[in-house]
Structure formats: C-alpha cells, structure tokens
C-alpha cells in the first residue's frame, strides 16, 4: 500500500521565479492538504483540496495556489517566489469521512531553497 | 483565531522512564479535535494520538497516552517506557472545522 508521495524532494529556485511541487495521496484517500514548514516552526495550513475544489484555507497569499487532479493528486504552485518562501513543504492525504477526514498521513515534503 | 502553545522547546528523557509534553491551545469553539504528531529525524511526520472534545475519556495508545483538560485547554502528552526510536519533533495540533493549526513542536531526545 503506497503512502504519500511528494515530488520533487529537494528544489532551489531564485527569487521571483515560480514553482510547482506534486502529491500523490494515499492509495484510497480523496483529500490533499498542503503545508508549509519553516525551520524550526511547525507546519502552517496552506489549503486543502477535496473534489478536485479548494475547500479550505489558511492564512497564505494568492501566490500560493493549487489544484487537485480526478485521480486526487495535487499540485502546489507558488508564484513570484520570495527568500521568506524557503521551507518544508508537506502534503497531507486523507479521507473524506466525518470521523476520518482529520486523520492525515503526511508525505516525506519538498525542500525548497529560495536564493 | 487559534492558537497552540508548547512551552517546552526541547526535553530529554533516559530510555525506559516517562516523559510528560505539554500543550495548551485557545479556541473559543466546542467541538474540535486535538492531535499529537512525531517527525523523526528523518522528517515524515507521523500520527500519535488523537483526542475528540466531546470525549471525556483520556485516549491512549500503547506507551503514549493524553491527559486531556477540556476547561483548562490543556492536551498533554504522557510517553512511557521511552525507547530510543521516541527520539524526534512532538507536534501538538488543534482541529476546528478542518483548519488544523500546529504549535511550534517539542524537541525530545531519548538518552540511552
């Protein structure tokens, strides 16, 4: 049974530059959710995805937008990157089930270096 | 808004004793989930534990148990018997409407 994925495990962009991270949930789960870990920090709520529509989100600019595929993977865009954009960041799958939809399985996260 | 506090920004045990993680949280919400979560060094965040507001009963699983405070807004984390592989970030969590909201984490360092 595979867990979540996240690709690529490591990037270095420059500033004002824009990046595309990908997740592939849990085999079975229908939600997404995406988080940004800063060093030191724990993780911030950028938004969740189920149905393929952003159901939630936290307090994150407009660059950071998203998109969930019918298979349920996820995409994490940032645009116009700034140095205080480097960090973790970590998807989350889930089911969207009263009792289950907080239960999440995170992936291993995407390193991203802003320079 | 939400708020999760950890004020112990890192503790350490000797393997087989009990260590205690504290955390309170600030919500002005009823009905709600608390969580605590392990990243290991090797940085895939894990679910420990988990505890519904509504329950009055303390959740427990295996070595990790809660001690849950509902009026004092206290969620602490009781592991015991610690072994090394304990050895990681403990992240408590706060769910209100599917808007999770993470403290800053507590370093613990299992000593041999």
């Known amino acids: 049974d595979a867990g979540v994925t996240q690709s690529p495990t490591h990037l270095i962009k420059t500033r004002g530059q824009q990046v595309t991270l990908r997740c592939s949930p849990k085999?079975?789960?229908?939600?997404v959710s995406w988080y940004q870990q800063a060093l030191g920090q724990g993780p911030q709520f950028i938004f969740q995805?189920?149905?393929?529509?952003?159901?939630q989100r936290g307090n994150f600019p407009d660059r950071f937008s998203g998109h969930q595929f019918p298979n349920y993977s996820s995409e994490l865009n940032v645009n116009a990157l700034l140095l205080g954009d480097s960090a973790l960041y970590l998807c989350?799958?889930?089911?969207?089930?009263?009792?289950?939809?907080?239960?999440?399985?995170f992936g291993p996260g995407t390193r991203l270096t802003v320079t | 808004a939400q708020t999760v506090t950890q004020s112990q920004p890192e503790m350490s045990v000797q393997e087989a004793e009990t260590v205690t993680l504290s955390c309170t949280y600030d919500?002005?919400?009823?009905?709600?989930?608390l969580f605590w979560y392990k990243q290991p060094p090797s940085r895939q965040m894990i679910l420990v534990i988990r505890?519904?507001?509504?329950?009055?009963q303390n959740a427990t699983e295996n070595r990790f148990s809660v001690n849950f405070q509902k009026a004092a807004k206290s969620f602490s984390l009781k592991i015991s018997d610690s072994q090394l592989g304990d050895t990681a970030m403990y992240f408590c969590?706060?769910?209100?409407?599917?808007?999770?909201?993470f403290g800053r984490g507590t370093s613990l360092i299992v000593h041999p």
């Open positions: 989350a799958s889930s089911l969207n089930r009263r009792e289950d939809s907080y239960e999440q399985y």
């Open positions: 085999s079975g789960h229908d939600t």
């Open positions: 995805y189920y149905e393929e529509e952003e159901r």
């Open positions: 919500t002005s919400e009823s009905n709600y989930y």
């Open positions: 505890q519904e507001a509504y329950k009055q």
């Open positions: 969590a706060f769910w209100v409407s599917y808007i999770p909201t």
